[in-house]
């Protein structure tokens, strides 16, 4: 055993690490998707119009907020269809902090 680590201790070492890199790597791609709201397309909504419905809550700008949201549902364009769901960047925690402070500021 000796005269293996000897011999191969640059190559365990460097698998090991690989392991643990790659370990690593994949709870990065972990689908994060799930912490976002889920919207629905209207009829002839735009995702311009969407950023702007939704600026007060996120703090982006319009061009920062299609641009995530193209990135999150890869999509190529701004193009949107009527009934397509797509990710829009509002914590759902966010969401329902806020549906909390509404409520509160009803009593």
């Not at 061009?63 to 995530?68: D, G, N």
């Not at 509002?90 to 009593?107: G, M, R």
């Amino acid at each position: 055993m000796l005269l293996l680590w000897k011999k191969y201790s640059y190559a365990i070492i460097l698998l090991v690490l690989s392991f643990i890199l790659g370990f690593f790597m994949i709870l990065q791609l972990e689908d994060h998707s799930k912490d976002y709201e889920h919207i629905t397309v209207s009829e002839g909504q735009t995702l311009w119009e969407i950023a702007d419905m939704y600026k007060i809550k996120n703090g982006m700008s319009h061009t920062e907020f299609i641009k995530w949201v193209q990135d999150e549902n890869g999509l190529g364009s701004t193009d949107i269809k009527e009934g397509q769901s797509i990710v829009i960047p509002i914590k759902i925690k966010d969401k329902v902090e806020n549906v909390q402070q509404l409520a509160s500021d009803a009593k």
